[in-house]
C-alpha cells in the first residue's frame, strides 16, 4: 500500500490513502475527542499519575472511537504512556491504522502537570529580542513532544487594539510588525523547520482573524473595522507564519467581522486565508465555535445547518462542538443529502493526513517514554524562562535614581496582594511539587541579613472599589468595609517604619485573562487607594507591576518615584524582579501596548489620525507610549546615514553610544512616517528593531535593510502596492521619543 511507504512523495501517499477510507472514516479524520471520556472516572482522571495501565475502560473506548478512530484527541496530559497508549488503539485496532493527532495548551509552557512556566506572550513581546523568544519556543516544543503531544493550539497571533478584552496577555501586543516578528519566532522555535522531529510540535496560530479588537471590549464581540485595515494591520502576521514561519493550521475565531462570521465565512476561510495566505494544513474551530454560529449570531436555527455553513465555508476540523459521534453522524447525513460535497470533505480530510504525514506519525506513532524526565522543566528551560523575564523587566519611570535599591537602604515595606503571590498569567502549567517562588522570598534570599524586610498585602486585588454590597446585611457591609481599611492601615503603619516602600500590585486570573474583560483600567479592587495612602507618608517608593495590559496608572505613577512593570513573567518572575530591583539586572524592556493617560480613553500608537483628540476629562494620547522603557544606563544616537541600493531596498545605519556607568541592554526602534500615501496612515509605523548590549562609554553600529515590504500599503484601489514619494525614516528609543530623523524618496 502506497500509504504506508515513506519513500515515496507525500501527496501521492494521501491520495492513496483517501481512495481506501469509507466516508465514515474520512468523515471521523474531522473530529476530536477528550482523553476524558475513555477513562472509568473522568472526573477523578489525573493523567500524570495514572498507573501503566492508565486506567482506560476498553469498553468504553470500543464504543466512543469504533473502527473508524478519530482524527485528534486532546486533554492526555501526562506521560508519554497515557499518549502510547490511545495511539496504540489507533494504530493497531482501526481498520486503516490512520494514528491521531494529539493536541495540547502551550501558550507560555506545556499547560499541564510539570511544563516550565515562561513568561505570557505580552512579556515576551516586550523583551524585544526575536532570538530569545525563539529560544523560548524551542523549549516549549520539546516538553509538549517529549510527553506525547504532536500540535500546540498556539500561538495567539492576534493584533490587540481593544485594552479592555482580557486575553491581552496572551497576544504580542498592539503592533502589527512586533506581533508578526514575535510569531514568526516562535513558530520557528517550537516546529524547529521539521515537525517530524521528535523534539517539535506543529502549531496552530489564533485567532483567525481580527479577534483583539471586539466592540466593547467584551469577548467574541463584533469587530468593527474596513477592509484595508484589516490587510495592512491584522493580515501580515498571519501570512508571515504560513510563508515565512512554516505555519501549518490555524484556529477560527468566535467573532465575527462586518456582519461575516470567522467560523463560517468562505471570503476569511477559503478566499483569504487558504488560497491568498496558503494556509497549508487545516481550520480548526475554536472550541464551541460552530455552536455560536446558530446560538450567538444567528445565522442558523439548527446544528446541522451550522455544521454544514461552517464545513462548506472552508472549516475542517470541529473543536469541542460537539460529542465524537453527533458531529460524524451529523456530517455523514449532510454528505449522504447532498448538503456537503464529498469533494469537500475529500478537501479537509487531506489537510488532515497531510499534517500526520509530515509529523512522521505512520512511520513513528509512540512517543518514548522515559527521555521527557530530563526535558520537562529541565534546569536549562528554567534558565531560558529566567532570561526572558529578565528582558522582559521594563522600566517606565524612575526618578532620583531611587531604583536599583541603594546599599544604604536598611529597611523595605514591600506591600501589596502580589508581593508575596507570585502571578504567572492564564493557561500556564501547574505544580504539585512546586512552588512558584514570591518576589518576597526572592528579596529575602538575595538580600539575607543585610536589609529587613517587612511584607504586608494591604489589600486583595478582587476586593471591590466599594463595601460588599449585601441587600439587607448592612452589618455585614460594615464588617467587611473595616476589614479592608484595617488591612490598608496596617500596611500604612509597616512602611511608616521602613526606609523604602515597595509595593507590588496588578492584576490576576480574575481581572486579566480569557472571560475576564474589563470596562475600565485602573488598578482592580482597593490598590489605588492603597498607594495614595502610603504616599502620604512622604518616604521613596517603587511601583512594581504584575500585569497582563496596559493599565491607567495615571495616579500611582505621579505618586511613585519608579515604576517596574513585570507583566506575568513566569515561575522564575519573581527572581527577575528582584534582580532588577537591586541593580543586578539593567531592565531593558519595552511597552508592546500603550499605557493610557485615563481609563476611559485607551489608545494605541499607530491609530489613525483625524480626531481632533480632546475631552472634557483629558487629552487623547500615552502616559507611556509604545516602545517606551528605561535603563540603569543612557544612551547616545549619532551619525544617521541611509544608503539606496536599489529603487526600493535602502540601508539605514547609525551609531548607538552607552554613555552611562553601567553596562546594558538598548532596543533601537526604527519608525517610518507615510508623506504621500492614497489613504490615512498613522503618524509612525514601526518597521525594524533590535536589541544591543552595550559596556559602558562602548559605540556600535546598528544598520537595518528596508525593503518592498516595509514600504508597501494596501491602498485606495485595494492592492498591495509602494506609491512614489517621501517616506521619513524616524530613528527613536520610542514611538514618541524620537532622536534622529531622514527623508528618503521613492519614484
Request: charged fraction near 25%; aromatic fraction near 8%; hydrophobic fraction near 35%.
Amino acid at each position: 500500500m502506497d500509504y504506508k511507504t515513506p519513500s515515496l512523495p507525500t501527496e501521492q501517499r494521501i491520495e492513496d490513502l483517501l481512495s481506501r477510507m469509507t466516508l465514515e472514516e474520512k468523515i471521523a479524520q474531522l473530529s476530536i475527542f477528550y482523553a476524558q471520556d475513555v477513562v472509568s472516572d473522568p472526573f477523578g482522571a489525573d493523567f500524570s499519575k495514572l498507573p501503566d495501565d492508565c486506567g482506560f475502560d476498553d469498553e468504553k473506548w470500543k464504543r466512543k472511537i469504533g473502527e473508524n478512530g478519530a482524527g485528534f484527541v486532546c486533554g492526555a496530559y501526562g506521560t508519554p504512556k497515557v499518549a502510547n497508549r490511545l495511539q496504540k488503539f489507533f494504530v493497531e485496532h482501526t481498520r486503516l491504522g490512520i494514528p491521531g493527532i494529539f493536541v495540547g495548551e502551550a501558550l507560555h509552557g506545556v499547560s499541564g502537570p510539570r511544563g516550565t512556566i515562561f513568561p505570557v506572550p505580552l512579556a515576551l513581546a516586550a523583551t524585544f529580542d526575536t532570538g530569545t523568544v525563539c529560544q523560548v519556543g524551542r523549549c516549549i516544543g520539546s516538553e509538549a513532544r517529549s510527553l506525547g503531544i504532536h500540535e500546540i493550539l498556539a500561538p495567539n497571533l492576534d493584533v490587540s487594539r481593544e485594552p479592555r478584552f482580557g486575553r491581552v496577555e496572551e497576544t504580542f501586543g498592539e503592533d502589527t510588525y512586533l506581533c508578526t516578528r514575535m510569531g514568526v519566532s516562535i513558530i520557528k522555535g517550537e516546529q524547529k523547520g521539521d515537525i517530524s522531529r521528535s523534539d517539535a510540535v506543529v502549531t496552530e496560530p489564533k485567532h483567525f482573524c481580527m479577534y483583539a479588537i471586539p466592540e466593547g471590549g467584551t469577548n467574541c464581540g463584533t469587530a468593527r473595522v474596513g477592509k484595508r485595515e484589516v490587510y495592512n494591520t491584522f493580515l501580515p502576521v498571519f501570512e508571515a507564519a504560513f510563508k515565512e514561519a512554516g505555519a501549518y493550521n490555524v484556529m477560527a475565531s468566535y467573532n465575527s467581522v462586518d456582519g461575516d462570521v470567522m467560523m463560517c465565512s468562505k471570503e476569511y476561510l477559503t478566499q483569504i486565508l487558504k488560497d491568498e495566505l496558503g494556509c497549508p494544513g487545516y481550520v480548526r474551530s475554536d472550541w464551541g465555535g460552530i455552536k455560536k454560529i446558530k446560538e450567538r449570531h444567528k445565522l442558523a436555527r439548527t446544528d446541522e445547518q451550522a455544521i454544514c455553513m461552517a464545513l462548506n465555508n472552508g472549516l475542517d476540523v470541529q473543536g469541542i462542538d460537539y460529542p465524537h459521534e453527533v458531529f460524524a453522524a451529523t456530517v455523514k447525513a449532510l454528505v449522504e443529502k447532498g448538503k456537503l460535497p464529498l469533494e469537500r470533505l475529500n478537501d479537509s480530510v487531506r489537510r488532515v493526513l497531510r499534517v500526520k504525514f509530515d509529523l512522521g506519525l505512520f512511520e513513528h506513532p509512540y512517543t518514548e517514554e522515559d527521555g521527557w524526565q530530563k526535558i520537562v522543566h529541565s534546569t536549562a528551560h528554567q534558565e531560558v524562562s529566567l532570561k526572558a523575564a529578565r528582558q522582559a523587566m521594563t522600566l517606565l519611570k524612575n526618578e532620583n535614581q531611587v531604583l536599583p535599591i541603594s546599599k544604604e537602604v536598611a529597611s523595605i515595606a514591600l506591600i501589596g496582594p502580589s508581593s508575596n503571590d507570585q502571578k504567572i498569567g492564564g493557561y500556564s502549567s501547574t505544580h504539585e511539587d512546586f512552588e512558584i517562588p514570591t518576589v518576597y522570598q526572592e528579596l529575602q534570599k538575595a538580600l539575607g541579613d543585610t536589609v529587613r524586610i517587612h511584607q504586608c498585602d494591604g489589600c486583595a486585588i478582587t476586593q471591590g472599589n466599594q463595601a460588599f454590597a449585601v441587600k439587607g446585611q448592612e452589618h455585614l457591609n460594615r464588617k467587611a468595609e473595616k476589614e479592608i481599611q484595617d488591612q490598608i492601615e496596617e500596611a500604612v503603619s509597616t512602611a511608616s517604619r521602613c526606609d523604602l516602600i515597595l509595593v507590588v500590585c496588578g492584576d490576576n486570573l480574575e481581572t486579566s485573562s480569557e472571560l475576564h474583560d474589563r470596562s475600565e483600567l485602573t488598578l482592580y479592587g482597593r490598590q489605588r487607594e492603597l498607594i495614595l495612602k502610603l504616599a502620604r507618608l512622604g518616604k521613596p517608593m517603587v511601583l512594581v507591576l504584575q500585569n497582563g495590559k496596559g493599565l491607567d496608572i495615571s495616579e500611582e505613577s505621579r505618586v511613585c518615584d519608579a515604576v517596574l512593570v513585570s507583566w506575568f513573567a513566569g515561575e522564575q518572575g519573581a527572581r527577575a524582579i528582584a534582580e532588577t530591583l537591586l541593580g543586578r539586572n539593567n531592565p531593558a524592556g519595552r511597552l508592546p501596548v500603550s499605557f493610557p493617560k485615563s481609563s476611559t480613553i485607551a489608545p494605541y500608537y499607530c491609530a489613525l489620525p483625524g480626531g481632533d483628540n480632546k475631552f472634557l476629562e483629558g487629552t487623547y494620547g500615552s502616559l507611556y507610549p509604545f516602545g517606551h522603557g528605561l535603563s540603569y544606563t543612557s544612551f547616545l544616537y549619532s551619525d544617521l546615514q541611509i544608503c539606496k541600493t536599489s529603487r526600493y531596498t535602502f540601508e539605514v545605519s547609525f551609531h548607538v553610544k552607552n554613555t552611562g556607568s553601567v553596562a546594558g541592554d538598548e532596543v533601537p526602534q526604527l519608525y517610518i512616517s507615510y508623506y504621500d500615501s492614497s489613504i490615512v496612515t498613522p503618524d509612525v509605523l514601526l518597521k525594524r528593531f533590535c536589541r544591543i548590549f552595550l559596556c559602558p562609554g562602548e559605540t556600535k553600529r546598528v544598520s537595518f535593510s528596508l525593503n518592498y515590504d516595509s514600504f508597501k500599503l494596501y491602498n485606495i484601489d485595494r492592492r498591495w502596492t509602494v506609491e512614489p514619494g517621501e517616506f521619513r525614516i524616524k530613528i527613536g528609543k520610542s514611538s514618541q521619543e524620537i532622536c534622529l530623523e531622514q527623508s528618503l524618496f521613492i519614484d
